[in-house]
């Protein structure tokens, strides 16, 4: 690792990187009667699940999964609320190894109603997903404020459990992305993981704001307008909300390029956000290497209330 790489890490035990799953969003073309990302990706192994997974091997704090209301108690159920640390889950070596496991929560966020079936795209679940995040973490207290997101899609399968090699870096001031085995990333409109530092957020909400349209016309002239300033002018019903359509490499290629960014390229790769993409990958020979963790990572647990003791 070179010298200005080693000088951008930090101190893990104060960095806090919170992992963003985005599920709400516009459809696939799967029209099951479960959410698209619930598709089995191996036996009793969900894509949802990988995707967790990938944020407990990137050493996440907390996972923030964003998704609709109606979705949730199905997806919770197969999540549950909190994820085991891979790191801690198997220390043999540790006296008594299940005190030294470490569990991540995952906290489930809805859409806020007034976005839904006008802001309602990936990218959109992404930025408020983070800023839910944000503002929660900081309500409790400054030092678990995140300083970093990192972002996992179910909808792209790989080997993200070799991650946790790079916990460090992906821990560090930057950008970070995941490349598929051809050399592209999220910006190229892959469904690969990436990270973004928490400052950046801000900027990339405000992006999606200017740029996206609502009802009206802004562009109606001054002189057509209600007492010269209120917009009267409605748009087709095809150009309303054209935030709902918003792909996350039309957003996130505002990142700023200028930051240190670290690149991990994964030996294969492969999208199920068609139903042809799913086929290919059930059809190929490294979908035999994508299986159901045997260790309990996942626990469809809940968390006690306050007050209340664990029964376990």
Known sequence: MSEKSQSNLVDLNSFHLAGIIPVAGQPLEFNFPWHDSLMPIAPNYLAIERAVLECASAGCETIWIVCPSEMQPLIKHRAGEAVQDPVWISRKQDV???????????????????????????????????RVAKRVSSGLSQWVEPNKFYVS????????????????????????????????????GKFVGFAFEADQLGSLIKYFWD????????????SERRDGKFITKVLPMEKRFSGRFFKVKDIFQKLDQTKDTFKIEMKWFYEISTWED??????????????????KFLRSRRWNKVGMDDEE
């Open 96 to 130: 008594y190894p299940s005190t030294s496991r470490k569990e991540i929560p995952i906290y489930y966020v809805e859409v806020h109603p007034k976005d839904q079936k006008k802001r309602d795209s990936l990218a959109w679940s992404i930025l408020y997903g983070s």
């Open 211 to 222: 740029i996206q349209t609502g009802k009206f016309d802004s562009s109606q002239p001054i």
């Open 278 to 295: 799913y086929c290919n990958y059930l059809s190929s020979d490294e979908r035999k290497k994508m299986l159901c963790p045997k260790m």
């Open 153 to 188: 899609f179910p909808y792209g399968i790989y080997p993200s459990q070799h991650l946790r090699k790079y916990r460090h870096e992906i821990s560090s001031r930057g950008n970070f992305f995941v490349l598929t085995d051809l050399g592209e990333s999220v910006l190229d």
